[in-house]
């Protein structure tokens, strides 16, 4: 599909030219130029504006309901208190990574991402393998990601059904049916909707704004009020770590999975008006609003827990549909707000799904992947990637059933994703800031960290070395076979095979999108 050209890695255009809307699909002047420059082919239609992409972010990023839909483990692990503080933390280093990676967004929009960014940004002698490694990693984060929305809105209709129904004997593979439910009915919307999804997003745009309201204000009137003091100062050892130092440490997994994710606008790029100047924006604003929104909600959720052992140990699964119930007195209104959420974690795995799907296909047009040019396929009457949804679909399906084995393996299994994304942040952020370091020229951009490009960098590669280590951690001190982190393992494993699959066939064809890149006139 592409040709390599012979090229300087880091030779660029000066993409000045006015950006002129030149038609759907082209998007404007400087969408050609950038997909020019980068040697790819306009397979998409560029159906998204600023609305429906800050929609679209912000959904899968859904950081209040996220927080709600996680917090047990960062309740039992810190308490009320150390979750606080350490959301507060992650939103404001999380905050600084999300920049660094808007500011490479501007420099290389393309639905690769951050295995593209690093081939262009990583020295000319690693630029090949390191690609090659975080392709495959944000292929696995993103494919995984796809199971959590549709695993959480399965396991919460089934919380719903214990809270109103006390006959209902929680079963997981009752949980493992739904979940494939859900993710046949997002892969539907998907593939044959696919052209709809700027429209929905920007009305679940006003789902989860005005779902937020609909949350908080009963909260505000109905529940109770927690004590100051002891919501500010009390630090939970739930672990049996023996520090509340380091078991606040170990929840930092809750607020980082719900900051998770700015970068899922940036593989809608090729999707995108004016991606190169949009990009920054949105994932600036995404981090700000949803920021702001999950720093309220979670506050209110403290301020209204009430007890906290008999909210971690209820029997819906879910502390949030605890807190609902005790807060109106009524199943019905607790459904109610609950159904909020389910609602968010359905639309989330919709756009995971997206997501997903081109990161996946974006990999296999670079040759990254076994099947490649099946993956690269874009259906011409859907104009979507159906392929990789397809591989999307069943990847979801085969990993939703470790669920009827075991729900602690299935979320430990899950933390793979979250830790696969991370170093792609990780890595990605370390090659843009040696450039800086070495005094080496970055790409044209619209979005310029200029002179606090360093600091920002750095303080974002820190947050991210800490963040990786401490979700491979388990939820308890001394697990058991069945408690550990398994994930580590699993982490490991996907490299070795990556490896394998790179030294006897990969790196014969696959050379890495700068190569594709094309010199400046």
Known sequence: MNKPAEVTAHDVPDNTSDDVVLGKKEGTSRDVEDMKRMGKEQLFKRNFGFLSIFGFAMILMQTWQALL????????????????????????????VNI??????????????????????????????????????????????????????ATEIQGLIVLNNDSYIY???????????????VAFFNTFLAKHLPLVEGMVLCLHLGGFICILVPLWVLGPRGNSHQIWT????????????????VGIITPTTAFLGA???AHMSEELRNASKTLPRVMLWTSVVNGSLGFIMLITFCYTLGDLDSVLSTPTGYPFIQVFYNATGSKGGATAM?????????????????????????????????????????????????????????????????????TVAFNQILSLGVASLLSSYLISICCVLLRRLRGQPLLDRAFDLGRFGIPINIAGIAF???????????????????????????????????GIYYAFWARHSYVGPVEYVRKSD
């Open 171 to 185: 079963e997981r593979w009752h949980g493992t049916l739904l979940t494939i439910a859900i993710v046949l009915f």
């Open 338 to 406: 609950s159904c909020i959420l389910v609602l968010s974690a359905v639309t989330n795995g919709m756009t995971n799904m997206a997501t997903a799907s081109r990161q996946l296909f974006a990999f296999a047009r670079d040759k990254g992947l076994p099947a490649h040019t099946w993956f690269a396929t874009v259906n011409k009457r859907y104009e979507v990637p159906v392929n990789s949804v397809l591989f999307t679909i069943a990847f979801s399906v085969l990993f939703s059933l470790v669920n009827i084995g075991s």
């Open 464 to 498: 991210l070395a800490l963040a990786l280590v401490m979700s491979f951690f388990p939820g308890f001190n001394h697990p058991t076979v069945q408690t550990m982190n398994w994930s580590c393992l699993a982490y490991g494993g996907v490299l070795i095979i990556g």
């Open 263 to 265: 970068d899922a606008a």
């Open 100 to 153: 660094s990676m808007a500011e490479m967004a501007s420099m290389a929009p393309t639905a690769g991402g951050q295995y593209h960014w690093i081939s262009e940004f990583a020295p000319r002698s690693h630029q090949k393998v390191l690609s090659f490694i975080v392709g495959w990693l944000c292929t696995l984060g993103w494919q995984s990601g796809v199971s959590i929305g549709c695993f959480l809105a």
């Open 234 to 249: 009390q630090f939970e050892d739930g672990g049996g770590w023996g520090s509340t130092g380091l078991a606040t440490l």
């Open 69 to 96: 839909g996680t917090i047990v483990f960062g309740l039992g692990n810190g308490g009320t208190a150390g979750l606080i503080y350490l959301y507060i933390i992650v939103v404001i280093f999380f905050t600084l």
